[in-house]
């Protein structure tokens, strides 16, 4: 159940890439905030029917192309924060992450690429930490859930801790078109399970330390192979870990070797509505303990943009320390999951 706040507020928060699925759940929620959103683009009519679909009840629409840096940094000028919303950000995401600092907004997005993020920590953490401004890319609703409940679980355990984490749909459906342009980009990085975590330095190759899952309500294991999660690359930032990696169903790969530009182009643009999830951290101490975090919500991608407005309204308070930083770096873990509980995103720790 979700409410709604009529308060009109002063932050400034642009999107860039507003007329996509998730930009339209990014505006609805940026409203209920009370939040004039900012759309920069490059197409004033699309942004215009986004704003209308979404019902806001005013928005500022601002033109500019993803490869004019000085029409992205003008566009972006007065921002408290950006949010970028975006397909393929391994093709995208630079220009418009280096227009945000260099226009000295805030910035986070929506990314779920190892390929991308790790260049956003390696190559602008000193240009953002430079111009005074916090970077926390990779908001999304497995990401942050990731991040997050990995900080809490290591911390339950007596380390160094090995993680494995997981993303579990719960539901029948098809994603969107833009998701299914990210896989495509990143397709083979996707199939031979990008990176993992040990001992102090990132890896490619090798099979999943942890072959097997159970996920909740489930009364058999799944077999999972290594798949690139990008929490692989942030918790070893603020946590005590020896081993970190991401798995995904097995079954997910064999559909991965199929897809084509053409199979992509023939998927609808909008995803299935409700498409619920699980996503699960199982931690794993040197003792032997055990300590399982789950975040349980009910629209994969509503729940990404409700994520990604909830960082960026706390980046625009401009308490966070400049530079890029993980999740757990940026917030307060428990606090920010617990905030979700209004949107039906609940999230727990076992045992």
Known sequence: MTTTNATESTTKITV????GVTGGHLLIELDRRGITPILVGRNADRMHAAATAAGV???????????????????????DVVIS???????HGEAVLAAAIDAGAHYTD????????????DDYSARAEAAGVAVVPGITNSNLPGDLLGYLTSRRLTGPVEISMSLHGTSEGNGSKGSAKTVLAS??????????YQDGEFHTGAAARH???????????????KFPQPPVLTIP??????????VLETAFHSQLGALTAEIVESLPNEPTSGLSYDFVVDAFGSNGQTARGVLSGTDAYRDSA????????????GTTKPGTLAAAEAFDPENFLDALAQFDITWRIEP
């Not at 929506?110 to 920590?121: D, Y």
């Not at 930032?237 to 991401?246: A, F, K, L, M, P």
Request: glycine share 6%; no cysteine; hydrophobic share 45%.
């Open 16 to 19: 860039y890439g507003a007329t």
């Open 57 to 79: 009840r005013a928005a500022e629409v601002r033109v500019a192309e993803v490869s004019d840096h000085a029409a992205l940094v003008a566009a972006f000028a007065g921002a």
């Open 85 to 91: 919303s975006l397909p393929s950000y391994v093709d």
């Open 110 to 121: 929506l990314s779920g690429e190892q390929l991308f993020i790790k260049r956003v920590f």
């Open 187 to 196: 397709r083979d990085w996707f199939r031979t399970g990008g990176w993992h």
């Open 211 to 225: 072959p097997e899952m159970t996920f909740p309500d489930a009364t058999e294991s799944t077999t999972v192979s």
């Open 237 to 246: 930032r603020h946590s005590n870990v020896s081993y970190v990696e991401g």
């Open 306 to 317: 409700l994520m990604a407005v909830a960082a960026a309204v706390r980046l625009a308070d």
